[in-house]
Nanobody, 125 residues
Framework: QVQLVESGGGLVQAGGSLRLSCAAS????????MGWFRQAPGKEREFVAS????????YYADSVKGRFTISRDNAKNAVYLQMNSLKPEDTAVYYC??????????????????WGQGTQVTVSS
């Protein structure tokens, strides 16, 4: 079992930056693929980024590529999402997710087993 808790959301102006953190419990965190998803009001949850167990492989949605960076620190059982050049369309609840796989191009929410409660990110224009 893995429990996930996100933090770092907030209100920021367009062009600004935020860093989201996800703290994970569980001894096997280092063997999990970790992902970030987001859900805007009235829209379906969408993939943002994912990272393999070692951090050696990362994947991004086209909409955030070049602006967002996912990273992890297995010693701290944490995964991060650095978000730069934020746009109003990035406004959403951001969720951290985990799946008991070491690697893979996992971009669908059903592919993940564990979820955090979400953190709100609001970007004003």
């Amino acid at each position: 079992q893995v429990q996930l808790v996100e933090s770092g959301g907030g209100l920021v102006q367009a062009g600004g930056s935020l860093r989201l953190s996800c703290a994970a419990s569980g001894r096997t965190f280092s063997t999990y693929v970790m992902g970030w998803f987001r859900q805007a009001p009235g829209k379906e949850r969408e993939f943002v980024a994912s990272i393999s167990w070692s951090g050696g492989a990362t994947y991004y949605a086209d909409s955030v590529k070049g602006r967002f960076t996912i990273s992890r620190d297995n010693a701290k059982n944490a995964v991060y999402l650095q978000m730069n050049s934020l746009k109003p369309e990035d406004t959403a609840v951001y969720y951290c997710a985990a799946v008991n796989r070491r690697y893979g191009y996992l971009t669908y929410s059903y592919e993940y087993d564990y979820w955090g409660q979400g953190t709100q990110v609001t970007v004003s224009s």
